[in-house]
């Protein structure tokens, strides 16, 4: 049986220092990766000077809820042990100043990455961003642009599911918003990105979008537009009011050529009627409006699962790190958490720690272009030792 | 949904490849745009392909996904033609993609050809599955795609055509600029140089320190400089334009002038420094140096006369001053009555010498002339020569030296003198100065004998009086504790006398012994009167006197006297007139002594008046704002005194002569101290007299002016403390502390005559113990007294608490100021000198019995 590093915590001092020194002292170089929810927040100074008083290094984000073997929960937090605390990079706002957000990433993590030279495996660049950071696929591509190869790419958004402002990256000092937490860490295991939306049949052009806003569709307001083909398509009066409840079933998809689709979920309106979604849309986008699938239609979990074996093989008796998309949770419900069972038993993990997710990054394929991504699950066998 | 899928994927591209101008930005961002739709890793673009016989070459211009082949973007690679030349093709040749220099290998590739030039590949490490057809979606973007890069190129070659144009433009803009401003200030300068060298010429003329002027043909002026034109009386040079000499301020000379002018004009010989006189406008002469010289045209013509002249009218006042001057240093150094001689360095020849060096030395000028003073043998002492000639060396001058010379006849004479090296027209010389002192030097040295003869008697007199000094100080404290001795060892028995007297009056007498009794106090009194007189005298000589400063009420003394002397002028019929000034309010000074000093007087004047009057005169001689000088009179018709007898009647020890002594009584001492008392006060004494008729006695005293006294109203007279004391203190208990048996039986019996209760004690161990013992209501103590005296008693009593604040009044014979001091100082709390006047005891035994304590 694996270790067992993944441990779920009420935040107490006590208890987490007792936890700290049972880990330290077979792990004196340890270092944490620790998964708060959102309803949790208050309590990360006690967290951080609990680890500051054993001089363990401490890295992690706040989200909407927590990912357990069994659904979610929104106490206590996640505290996941790594055996040597890895190069860590907490960047607060991405994008004021010179220069643009990428090269402030890419300049961060050049000096590591020319030190760690060039092993057998290389290292994974996990990204945990601020979810209400507006221009993340353009930062991905920066980033590829810069770093190519070198690293191989994963991460998700942090933030609170209400979408407003809320520092949510921290380390055993800081508590930052606006920007990123880069982890460099052991290229040993691989990510694997699933969401199962198929390619819908209708399509549109956003005819005026600005980063993560969509303005105009087919000429006309992104809203007015929406509102119509969802009623045409579905039968579904849409309204301002019922707008977030509705469209988190009904999010588009950025069309690729490889027959794959990007998700993109609206999450607020504007009195103009434009729509903002998690995730940039490219101007004049061909976008096409998808249908939330049903749990594990399209075989999301199976694929998955399949995914990850084929990548990093048996999952059997291992840790899985997951992250949830908040909106496909909130499309699925209940059936969310169904998802969540079943990709715990279907891998055959030991235990699964994680988070909800507010976009996701990474590639459908192993070696694929990175991507940022909405209503996915994200997953990585996790050794920690 | 297969169309629009398409269609949106060209759609994005064709946006793509429309929206960069620039070839690097166009390549990367269409690279962007297909791995992201197509999900392969790594593109890359070459450019520029030239094919070979199975390579072809060209350049890699972009690069994403693969950071080996990244660092080789812009090189020019040589890669199998089969992989960049063809049709659009999805290749899975591993071998052949294993040609490519990149970071790992690649299995599949999309081989995208935009023109026959351009090549994109797509590379990935294992097979990209789509379930459209690659092959063919892009195809349509790639003819985009190679107008776009031809675009992107022409606009780069034409913007670096154009950069390149507008930079030479610049370029030659700038060459053109510059040789412009150079050639505008070339001009500029060749302009500036002729302003700046006619402003330097006029500048030149304008500012010379020296008159110029031009004349034409005819003579008259054509112009001059400023300093020309202010000689000729002008305030500008053009004033004189046209103007002639004959109508300037020198007319007089002018005719001199114009004769120089026409010489030089027709000669063509220019005139140069000359001296010259010329009148000023205001009537002076004053002296020029001028030149004049032929003014000539271009060609060369005479067209006139230039002149210059400088004032040199203050250089010829000097030279005259000079000449003055020598003429005076010249009859200073021949008459002067010191020798001087002057004498060049290098040879040591006399050059000249004065008169005063031939009359001193007893030389001939031709005996000296030409020779040294070696030669001459001036020098007594040779080292004093030496001396000067070290002096001369090092400092260049010598002052007052003091040596001996010889004269011609062989006789020395002592000389002081003084040499300097100086310079006579190029040759250094020494300048001597020799004064004959040797009748002063004699004067002096006899001087010096007597110095030193009177500071030694000096010395001598100085020891003399220092021992005389020691003795008169020693005897001063000897006289001093003598007198203090004296005046305790007098006032003891007189103490024990006029107690006794008391108590015998008071038991009742015969007329006969009254009168006897009478005289026996008269003397004691006399007694204590000179006891009284030659302490008074004695501190005064002493310097140790203090004057009390005291409101002085005239009136007040002047009464006192009357009433104190009132029985005396009744019984001898006298008659009393007092007169005097209006004095000014509050006045300051000694009261006590200003009466003592008045009663001294108006008691002489009954003593020796038989019949008549006796005037009490004060009056005021004069005041300032702080000071008022008043003189006191008394005048009597007594028996008069000669003129001889008055000027010795104010030395101590003197009366008019021994008898009035043994016939009026007194101890010759009184006048004395009153002299000395008014001298002490600011005034002085005396007294006129003619014999028989009368005299009056004088002193004036300067009494200081001060505030207007209060008015205080008189309290009335007390009813006798005697009788108080007998009546109201009655059994008080009375401790009298005396050692001498007799003093302390009449005190015990005068204060038990009052019915007061007496205990004794006999020294200060007795009275400690004593007060200890008993409460008394009041202490009487003497001061001096065996074992323990009465200050330390006093002390020891004053630490119990019982007796903290009882009276302690010291009653003793030692009756100096200092005394009374000490005895406050021990804690007494009044004092008493002997002999103790009974009632002066009463008051003071009422004045503390009655206090609370």
């Not at chain 2, 108590?503 to 106090?521: I, M, N, P």
Request: glycine share 8%.
């Amino acid at each position: 049986m694996a270790t067992q590093t993944m441990r779920h915590l009420s935040i107490e001092p006590g208890l987490i220092d007792s936890t700290l020194a049972d880990w330290q002292a077979s792990h004196p170089t340890m270092g944490i990766l620790a998964l708060l929810p959102e309803a949790e927040k208050d309590k990360l100074s006690l967290l951080q000077a609990a680890c500051r008083a054993r001089s363990v290094p401490l890295v992690g984000g706040i989200f909407p809820a927590l990912v357990t073997p069994q659904g979610f929960r929104t106490d206590g937090a996640w505290l996941l042990l790594l055996d040597q605390a890895p190069p860590a990079f907490l960047i607060p706002d991405l994008n004021s100043g010179d220069p643009d957000a990428a090269e402030k990433i890419a300049n961060a993590i050049r000096p590591t990455l020319s030190g760690l030279g060039a092993g057998p495996v290389k290292p994974t660049l996990y990204l945990l961003f601020d979810g209400l950071v507006p221009n993340i696929a353009t930062i991905l591509d920066g980033l590829y642009l810069q770093l190519a190869d070198r690293v191989n790419y994963a991460g998700v958004n942090a933030g609170s599911e209400t979408f407003q402002p809320m520092p949510c990256l921290f380390d055993s000092e800081h508590l930052v918003g606006d920007g990123v937490l880069a982890l460099l860490l052991p290229g040993t295991a691989t990510t694997v990105l699933e969401h199962g939306y198929a390619t819908p049949q209708r399509a549109m052009t956003a005819t005026s979008t600005a980063g993560n806003q969509v303005i105009s569709i087919d000429w006309r307001p992104a809203f007015d537009v929406y509102q119509e083909i969802i009623k045409s398509e579905y039968g579904i009066e849409l309204t301002r009011e019922n707008f977030y409840q509705y469209a988190v079933h009904f999010p588009f998809g950025i069309l690729r050529a490889n027959q794959e689709v990007v998700v993109r979920i609206p999450v607020a309106l504007t009195d103009d009627g434009s729509l903002y979604c998690v995730g940039e849309v490219p101007e004049n986008a061909i976008l096409a409006l998808l249908r939330a699938p049903t749990a594990n239609a399209g075989q999301c979990i199976s694929q998955l699962c399949q995914g990850l074996e084929s990548a990093n093989g048996s999952l059997n008796d291992r840790q899985l790190l997951t992250f949830y998309c908040a909106g496909r949770r909130m499309h699925l419900g209940d059936d969310a958490a169904t998802e969540l069972v079943a990709l715990n038993a279907l891998t055959g993990v030991a235990n699964m720690a994680g988070a909800l997710s507010l976009g996701e990054i990474g590639s459908t394929q192993a070696w694929g272009y990175p991507l940022f991504h909405n209503a996915t699950l994200v997953c990585t066998p996790w050794q920690g030792t | 949904m297969n169309r629009e899928h398409i269609l949106s994927v060209l759609y994005d591209l064709t946006l793509t490849v429309g929206s960069e101008v620039r070839l690097d930005a166009l390549l990367t961002r269409v690279l962007q745009r297909l791995l992201y739709h197509t999900s392969f890793p790594v593109g890359l673009v070459v450019l520029d392909q030239v094919a070979g016989a199975n390579q072809v070459r060209g350049q890699l211009a972009a690069v994403i996904g693969d950071h080996v082949l990244q660092d080789q973007r812009g090189r020019t690679l040589e890669l199998p033609s089969a992989l960049l030349l063809g049709k659009v093709e999805l290749l899975a040749d591993s071998e052949l993609l294993a040609l490519l220099p990149g970071n790992r290998p690649f299995s599949h590739c999309l081989r995208l050809p935009v023109d026959g030039t351009t090549t994109i590949l797509l590379l990935a490490p294992g097979p990209v599955t789509s379930d459209l057809p690659l092959t063919e979606v892009f195809q349509p973007v790639l003819r985009n795609l190679a107008k776009a890069i031809q675009l992107c190129r022409d606009s780069e070659q034409l913007t670096r055509a154009l950069e390149s144009d507008r930079d030479d433009a610049r370029a030659s803009l700038v060459v053109a600029l510059k040789q412009s401003e150079a050639e505008r200030d070339a001009l500029r300068l060749s302009e500036a140089a002729v302003a700046e060298s006619k402003a330097l010429l006029q500048t030149v003329i304008d500012t010379a320190p020296m008159r110029v002027f031009w004349k034409d043909r005819e003579l008259k002026y054509l112009g001059c400089n400023p300093a020309f034109a202010r000689d000729a009386g002008k305030s500008r040079p053009s004033e004189i334009i046209g103007r002639d000499d004959y109508v300037m301020g020198w007319s007089a000379q002018a005719d001199l002038y114009r004769a120089d002018d026409r010489r030089v004009m027709e000669s063509g010989v220019s005139k140069l420094s000359y001296d010259e006189p010329q009148s000023t406008p205001d009537g002076q002469t004053i002296w020029l140096r001028t030149s004049k010289v032929p003014l000539r045209n271009a060609r060369g013509d005479t067209i006139g006369v230039l002149g210059i002249y400088e004032d040199i009218t203050e250089r010829k006042h000097l030279e005259h001053a000079l000449e003055s001057s020598e003429r005076r240093y010249r009859a200073a150094f021949q008459n002067g009555i010191d020798a001087i001689n002057i004498n060049r360095i290098t040879d040591g020849l006399f050059v000249d010498v004065n008169q005063g060096f031939l009359d001193i030395t007893g030389y001939n000028r031709d005996d000296v002339i030409g020779r040294t003073s070696l030669e001459l043998n001036v020098w007594a002492e040779p080292a004093d020569r030496k001396h000067l000639v070290k002096l001369l060396q090092d400092t260049g001058e010598c002052r007052n030296l003091e040596a001996r010379f010889v004269r011609k006849d062989g006789t020395k004479l002592w000389g002081l003198m003084s040499a300097a090296i100086i310079d006579i027209e190029g040759v250094s010389c020494i300048l001597s100065v020799t004064r004959n002192v040797t009748e002063m030097k004699a004067a002096r040295e006899e001087l010096e004998l007597h110095r030193t003869q009177l500071e030694q008697l000096v010395h001598d007199r100085t020891a003399e009086l220092q021992v005389a000094k020691d003795a008169a100080e020693t005897a001063n404290v000897a006289k001093s504790a003598f007198l203090a001795n004296m005046s305790h060892e007098i006032r003891t028995p007189l103490n024990a006398i006029s107690g006794m007297a008391h108590l015998v009056r008071a038991g009742g007498l015969t007329a006969s012994q009254s009168d006897q009794l009478d005289k026996l106090e008269t003397a004691s009194q006399h007694l204590l009167e000179i006891l009284n007189s030659i302490l008074d005298l004695s501190k005064i000589e002493a310097g140790k006197f203090v004057l009390e400063e005291a409101d002085v009420r005239l009136d007040r003394v002047v009464t006192n006297i009357v009433a104190i002397l009132g029985d005396q002028i009744r019984e001898k019929h006298l008659t009393m007139q007092i007169e005097s000034d209006d004095l000014p309010p509050g006045l300051m000074g000694d009261p006590t002594r200003l009466q003592q000093a008045l009663l001294n007087y108006v008691g002489n004047a009954v003593k020796f008046t038989r019949a008549g009057t006796i005037t009490l005169r004060t009056r005021l001689l004069h005041q300032s704002d702080t000071q008022a000088m008043i003189r006191f009179e008394v005048e009597d018709t007594g028996i008069g005194i000669d003129p001889a007898t008055v000027t010795r009647l104010f030395a101590a020890f003197e009366q008019a002569d021994q008898s009035t002594t043994r016939q009026y009584g007194g101890t010759g001492l009184g006048l004395a101290i009153t002299r000395k008392l008014a001298k002490l006060m600011g005034g002085d004494a005396g007294a006129s007299s003619v014999e028989g008729k009368g005299s009056t006695f004088w002193f004036s005293v300067s009494l200081k002016k001060g505030k207007v006294p209060p008015l205080v109203v008189e309290p009335s007279p007390v009813t006798d403390p005697e009788v108080i004391i007998a009546n109201d203190y009655v059994g008080c208990r009375i401790l009298v502390v005396e050692d001498e048996p007799v003093n302390r039986e009449i005190t015990t019996m005068i204060l038990e005559s009052l019915d007061l209760v007496v205990d004794t004690a006999v020294d200060g161990y007795e009275a400690v113990r004593r007060a200890q013992e008993s409460t008394y209501d009041l202490i009487l103590m003497d001061m001096q007294m065996p074992k323990m005296d009465g200050l330390e008693a006093t002390r020891q009593i004053r630490l119990q608490a019982q007796t903290a604040t009882t009276p302690i009044i010291a009653m003793t014979a030692n009756a100096f100021a200092e005394d009374k001091e000490r005895c406050f100082a021990a804690g007494m709390s009044d004092f008493m000198s002997k002999p103790i006047k009974p009632n002066l005891l009463f008051d003071m035994l009422l004045k503390w019995l009655s206090r609370p304590r």
